[in-house]
């Protein structure tokens, strides 16, 4: 069974431009989270999707958002890029929202705004 | 506010011997508690989870870990350091109504020597 993918893998891109990342859950599972991953801050929630439906959302300003299509493949954007915004972004799937599906993460995009 | 805290930035031990990275945590409920590992530029594994059925729990790769409700702890073991386990590890606690919403630790960078 295919892993999470996310693309592409490695991203350059300059300030004030916008980027979109992808990602492909694993088949069958319907909830789709992106977390941020950055030196100094670690590992923060950027947003969920269940059934192409946000269900939570992080602490994140509104330049970041994202969808979740029919099929459950999902997308985040961030426009206008800051430099801060330069980190490992990190999809993860799970089959349902109970705690008896724990998340299976991508191995990331690498985002480095110049 | 849920959180959990992770003793130890990094860590370092010798082939064979014994690995504890240390977790505790706070909640206002009955915590879901997990453990991460992260390779180099790879996403997030499940290593083991705690959802109350039974407080030795057994992960992967020979991992266990303990929930200690009277100490507020859940520290990761290994009884004998294999060199393939060097890598980070995060301890996560799931925010209190949303379960795909993790919190996590600053993580733990294992060093294992020959």
């Known amino acids: 069974k295919a892993g999470v993918t996310q693309t592409p893998r490695y991203l350059i891109k300059t300030r004030g431009q916008q980027v979109t990342l992808s990602c492909s859950p694993i088949?069958?599972?319907?909830?789709v989270s992106w977390y941020q991953q950055t030196p100094g801050q670690g590992l923060q929630f950027l947003f969920e999707?269940?059934?192409?439906?946000?269900?939570n959302k992080g602490n994140f300003p509104g330049r970041f958002s994202g969808r979740q299509f029919s099929n459950s493949r999902s997308e985040m954007n961030v426009s206008t890029l800051e430099l801060g915004d330069s980190a490992l972004y990190l999809c993860?799937?799970?089959?349902?929202?109970?705690?008896?599906?724990?998340?299976?993460f991508g191995n990331g995009t690498r985002l480095t705004v110049t | 506010a849920q959180s959990v805290t992770q003793l130890g930035s990094h860590v370092s031990v010798s082939e064979g011997a014994l690995v504890l990275l240390r977790c505790n945590y706070s909640?206002?409920?009955?915590?879901?508690l997990f453990w991460y590992v992260q390779y180099p530029n790879q996403g997030l594994q499940l290593l083991l989870k705690?959802?109350?059925?039974?407080?030795l729990v057994k992960g992967i790769n020979g991992f266990e870990a303990e929930f200690k409700k009277s100490e507020t702890s859940f520290h990761l073991t290994k009884p004998s350091a294999h060199m393939s386990d060097a890598a980070e590890y995060f301890c996560?606690?799931?925010?209190?109504?949303?379960?795909?919403?993790?919190?996590f630790g600053t993580g733990t960078l294992l060093a294992v020597q020959p």
């Open positions: 993860a799937s799970s089959l349902d929202r109970t705690h008896n599906s724990p998340l299976h």
């Open positions: 088949s069958g599972h319907r909830s």
């Open positions: 999707y269940f059934s192409e439906t946000q269900r």
């Open positions: 909640s206002s409920v009955p915590p879901y």
């Open positions: 705690y959802t109350s059925a039974a407080t």
């Open positions: 996560a606690v799931s925010d209190v109504g949303a379960t795909n919403k993790l919190i």
